[in-house]
């Protein structure tokens, strides 16, 4: 790497050149505006503290598909990216740098080092999902057309040793994942009581608004799954003691070599728990937590690019196995699902507009650009700007709540994917015959709840979910090809309510705190610029 003074023109040199390598590897064009302005003015910084003899070296990479820019800038410990010591806590600033929305800081042997990731374009997984099943479908009718004795051997011995292996690592990974993701998010939603009372409250909202509304709907659905009335009609208090004893691991390692979520999630708890009274002295363990989280992701992030050959696989060898209609009888889950995300929209919409009293179309057209994002990406950090701005100019919010319900919200708020899970669930259960009693429906609701919470804001993060919940509720493996290709159209619906339904419980929060200004929420600006 080159040495280079901190001096204008090398500032705008250096933002010139790296936009031109993340252009040239497809980085997201407005991230790439984005990140030049943050760097310019990350350098900008450290030229008031050391002046223009100060030095800088700085390299751009591509690395596993992800492109990026780190700088290296001799001297003392300076934070020119965390200089803000307002409401963001560390926990918060993690957050946003999971969700790709900060540069990530560190001190090393008297060199601060920053790194700026970016985005790049990335293709519509419905495209790449669209492509797997045309081949499959494709694939099976020549398949078809092959003796008996060749298709079983084609079937039995190359695509279904494939399938087991691919299943054998996503449940290796899966494990791991889970673990991390809440051993580590007890910790840092511990971290946001030093917030005050609003950190604590807004945690506690989420997570129950969460599970209510699952669970209201859950109730509400079984109608439409007649298979859920042959289990048992009645709870058995040895069926609740059983499942409450065996959610108890006989060992440490047992819940990962066998894939057991209950297991894993009971021993998160208490190390995560551990982790937050301990506070300090475990600062160790929380970076070890917080590095082996981001290696478990980006493995999971590599694993999901081979998803489609997995889709075509498991479909291709459905029709080989005459098995095809399941996948059609699974779209039952399309109407149930589009009818929980009405659902989740309507109890929010009926309760802000209702309570604070607000014209129905002014609201939603408020909050338009936010879903708009969120159904056209599938992705919440490409809304979290977005959504900030509406939050704070358009809806009212106090900047305290915004500030932190926003990022905290998009990672533990998803009342949309819990809702999918439960629906998944219970749907590939009547399909392949799976004994629904009430003691499995306390099971898929609890999972769901979880595993929403859990799901990493990554490609193929829902793979991982799926793998857990369907083998846990005892459905075969063959239902999560099902079940992802179907996520795939899903994915998109449910991240667009999940934003909605934050941005709606983030302003009943500020009225119940009297920090929302409700005439600017009630304020019509559509009809001031149609005037």
Known sequence: MTEYTLTNHNIAMTCQEMGIFFERFH???????????????????????????????????????????????????RDVIHRDKGEESLVLKRIL?????????????????????????KASPAVSLAVSVALALFS?????????????????EIISPVFDTFMGLLTALAG?????????????????????????????????????????????ILPFFPFAHRGGSAFRLSELLEMVLGIVPDNFFTPFTEGNPLQ??????????A?????????????????????????????????????????????LGNHFSVLLKAYKVLPVM??????????????????????PTVFFRK??????????????????????KVCEEKLGIDKKIVDIGVPLGQVVFMPGFSVLYFVMGICMAEIYGVEISPIWLVTALALAVVLAVATPPIPGGALACYTILLLQLEIPAQAIAVAVAINVILDFFATAVDLFCLEAELTELAGELKMLDVDKLRENVFQKLED
């Open 275 to 319: 982790m937050l009274i301990l506070g300090e002295r475990t600062g160790t363990v929380a970076v070890f937590l917080d590095q082996a989280n981001a290696i478990v992701l980006l493995l999971m992030e590599g694993i999901s690019a081979f998803v489609p050959v997995f889709i075509f696989g498991s479909l291709f060898n459905m029709i």
């Open 367 to 388: 909050l338009a650009p936010v879903f708009l994002i969120g159904l056209t990406t599938a992705s919440s950090a490409a809304a979290f700007l977005e959504n900030r």
């Open 264 to 273: 894993i999630i009971f021993l998160a708890v208490p190390v995560g728990m």
């Open 140 to 156: 099976g009718m020549i398949g078809s057309l092959l003796p008996e004795e060749n298709a079983a051997f084609l079937s039995k």
């Open 338 to 359: 589009l009818l929980g995300d009405v659902f989740l929209m309507a109890v929010y919409a009926g309760s802000v507009c209702i309570r604070k009293k607000v014209s």
């Open 27 to 77: 980085g997201e064009k407005r991230n790439v505006l984005r990140t030049c302005l943050a760097v310019e003015e990350a350098l900008l910084g450290y030229q008031e503290a050391f002046g223009a003899a100060g030095t800088f070296q700085y390299e751009c990479r591509k690395r596993m598909g992800r492109i990026y820019v780190k700088f290296s800038v001799p001297g003392e410990r």
């Open 97 to 121: 740098s999971g969700m790709g929305n900060i540069p990530v800081w560190q001190y090393k042997n008297g060199i601060n080092q920053i790194t700026f990731p970016i985005e790049k374009k």
């Open 176 to 220: 791991p994942m889970i673990f991390l993701s809440v051993a580590g998010g007890i910790y840092n939603i511990g971290d946001i009581a030093t917030l005050g009372k609003i950190g604590k409250r807004m945690t506690g909202r989420f997570l129950w608004m969460t599970l209510a509304l699952t669970a209201v709907f859950g109730m509400a």
